[in-house]
Structures are given as C-alpha cells and as structure tokens.
C-alpha cells in the first residue's frame, strides 16, 4: 500500500525555505508514531534538508535522478520499481515526490495547520472526490503546540 503523509497550512504550504514553516510537536509524535517500523521513501532535497541523516527505525528510501549519489544508512533509487513491494510504504515528500505518487496513493494522512504560514512549497493537487475521509482526530493546543490542527485519514474511493 501506497500511504502519503503530510502537514500542510490552510493554502497547502508543506515548507518554506526547504523546511517545515511551523513547529508543532503534536505533529513530529504524529508522524513517528506512524511511519515508526515503516518503509519512507522520499526524494534526495527532503533527505538533505534533515541534515542527511536517516529517521531511525524505518526503512530509508531516497528517490534521486542522480545516479551516484551515495549516503550510508539508506537506500538510494532511481526508480519507484526499486521500493518494496511486499510492505506499506510511506511518501514523506518533498512536494515533486507526493506529486509522482499521488496517482498510486491508497491512503492520504494530513495534518491540517490552520494558519498561513507564507510557505514556497506545497502539495500537490488533490482530487477530493477520489478520496473519502475515514479519520479525523482533533490535535490538542498547548503552550508547545500553537496552533490549531487536526489529523485527517482518507482512503481512496
């Protein structure tokens, strides 16, 4: 199963400046939480943008056009061929990547940030009316966690 997962503010920003726009904890425990023991696969601007460094307890997939890109501790592709079949995988960007997935997409996970936050990068276009919304969780506000956000889940119709 094809799983994107994302957080994305009320215009559909997902970065600015090739990282996230907002710190929201509840968000970060969210995410964890749910590709923790999970294959992610996500393209090589994603991966340097966390300082080149793996998310541990997952599979790291990096998806490049660059054939001799090398980093230990992931699995570098050049094709989606390449990712395992046999197993959940979750998209974790960046915005070209959800893109290419997107078409083959069983599942979408979105943190909704209600807010503006003037991003430079966002996710792309969804037909709502391929996708039905199955969960919706409301995230808690809280001195650490500023701002107003849900979790939705839909499933493709």
Known sequence: MIILIWAEDETGAIGKDGH??????NDMRFFKETTTGHAIV?????FQSMNERPLPNRDNYVLTRQADYKKSGVHIIQDIKDLPHERDVYVIGGSEIYKLFLPMADVLIRTK??????GDT???EVDWNQWQLTEEIIGQEDDRNKYAHSFQTFHRK
């Open 42 to 46: 996500m393209g090589r601007k994603t």
């Open 122 to 124: 966002f996710f792309p």
């Open 20 to 25: 996230l726009p907002w710190r929201l904890p």
């Open 113 to 118: 940030i209600v807010g503006d936050f003037s």
